[in-house]
């Protein structure tokens, strides 16, 4: 029995984009939120029209990708269980703080939204108090792409050795008919899921150039990484066909009151 088909649907960088096309449609759905994990689209884009370039995607409350259509009728994220978000890991103390939608540390403080339309800013605060994460999303202007710019700062007067991971449960392509299996393979800027066919269609989760160190991986399972040790789940080559995932991984240390910016991408391709 396939498990994932009863269970609700659902890296760590900053993704910015700019919006490609004209806008069609965006709602709000409201302001309030619990603080807990959710799979509930606060935040709904969809531009590109009926053509090629169509482009729908959808964001919680918390900053998660939980909705990825491109072109019109090809979902990517929202099938089986819906895990799409950010994780820290801070190495002095091995703490982990992550939301990936349907699954939740519960170590992290209320959002704080700023705006209705792209770019759209979330920014949330760890419960401790050390870390910030602010995301801010748009659209890419060439291609059908969500762009995420996301910078975490330190808040505290000591350094920090960290880990910031953006990942995604890819299940392109309606979930391949519904048995959950699609091609995945990675390099050092970019991880990706698709299908071989035609008229199938996949998504990338690419860096955008930085200077911070970083890497992209993908693993042989759909659950989430742990931050702290994000390729414990890396196939034994590439391609890996199967029911597995995608991520990125930035990674240094942050002096006292300072932050970092990375930027990227899932692209539709």
Known sequence: MNTKKLLPFVVVLTLAATGFGQVQQNTHVSDTASIDFTTTCQFTFTSGGGGPNFLKFCLTINGNVVQLTSPGGFEHIREGKILEGYSICDFGTLTRYYDFAAADSG??????????????????????????????????????????????????????????????????????????????????ESAWGYNNGFNLFGVMLYIVPTKTPH??????????????????????????FGDGSVGVDFNGTLGASQAVTVTGEYRRF
């Open 107 to 188: 170590n992290w403080q209320a959002p704080a939204v700023s705006g209705v339309t792209l770019p759209l800013t979330i920014k949330r605060s760890t419960s401790d108090g050390i870390y910030t994460l602010t995301q801010v999303f748009t659209r890419n202007t060439v291609e059908p792409a969500v762009k995420i710019t996301m910078t975490l700062k330190n808040n505290t007067v000591a350094a920090h050795d960290f880990a910031l991971v953006r990942y995604a449960d890819i299940d392109a392509n309606n979930a391949h008919s519904g048995d959950f299996h699609n091609l995945f393979d990675f390099d050092h």
């Open 215 to 240: 890497f992209a991986f993908v693993q042989d399972i759909s659950g989430f990484p742990d931050s702290c040790s994000p390729v414990a789940n890396l196939p034994s080559s590439t391609p890996f």
